[in-house]
């Protein structure tokens, strides 16, 4: 009897929901997203897709390179495209107005310095970064470039992922809200990094993201994470003595 009284509320529940009108286009991101961030979670630890490099590190981190992008960027775009039948500029892929307010790239970059040179002399960061480790007598060049290279790919995907896909896509329904709902997820993605990391992340997420609304365009929020991304990497090598 009980079961059956819960199965009606839930029916009538739906049935006002229904009557409301489903906004299909939010339900298909938040779907999108949790799946996007399942397959980016587990099908690194599988075997690599394909042979990058002849050194094993690299080959590997560019097979976690390519996931990313597949379901950071590849995925939501063909959804855009097919599904949604919108332009990519409407999700932050477009330089008109990108670096109307580039001083805030400045003053960003001049927050996280000294952030930078405080925590990465900790055990946890230098455990973790830089995400290429450099064999004994290794140069920079050419894999660790190599690699920055594919690192920025990744940033650029994750970029229009998060401040592209899902604040844009959801900001008819949420307005300034989506930039929050965005920073959930963001920010469980840094789960497993350093705790400040982790942390960092939520105001990371929310000005991104503000940013990206405001100009509705990824691009700075790209070079903003980029740069730092590559401060942190050249800061542990500066400590290890690998500069």
């Not at 560019?62 to 590849?74: D, E, G, K, P, Q």
């Not at 790919?153 to 896909?165: K, N």
């Not at 307005?175 to 105001?203: D, N, Q, R």
């Amino acid at each position: 009897m009980n079961y059956f009284w819960f199965l009606m509320q839930i029916k009538d529940f739906f049935s006002e929901e229904l009557k409301k009108g489903i906004d299909k286009k939010v339900i298909v991101i938040c779907v999108l997203t949790a799946l996007c961030l399942t397959m980016n979670k587990y099908l690194p630890e599988m075997q690599p897709f394909f042979h990058f490099s002849d050194n094993v590190q690299l080959s590997h981190l560019a097979n976690w390179v390519f996931i990313l992008c597949t379901f950071y960027f590849v995925v939501p775009v063909l959804v855009i495209k097919i599904i949604f039948k919108e332009n990519l500029s409407d999700y932050g892929l477009k330089w008109k107005g990108a670096f109307k307010d580039y001083w805030l790239y400045i003053v960003m970059l001049c927050v996280m310095v000294p952030l930078v040179g405080f925590f990465f002399t900790t055990a946890s960061f230098q455990a973790r970064y830089p995400f290429y480790e450099l064999s004994p007598g290794e140069k920079l060049y050419p894999d660790f470039w190599s690699w920055e290279a594919l690192y920025f790919l990744q940033f650029f995907a994750l970029e229009f992922f998060f401040r592209g896909f899902m604040v844009h896509g959801m900001k008819h329904r949420f307005g300034f809200y989506s930039v929050f709902i965005m920073t959930i997820p963001y920010c469980m993605i840094h789960f497993g990094k350093p705790l400040p990391e982790t942390i960092a992340a939520i105001a990371a997420g929310i000005v991104l993201g503000t940013l990206s609304l405001k100009s509705r365009s990824i691009l700075l929020g790209v070079c903003i994470h980029y740069s730092v991304g590559l401060m942190m990497d050249m800061a542990a090598l500066w400590h290890k003595n690998l500069l």
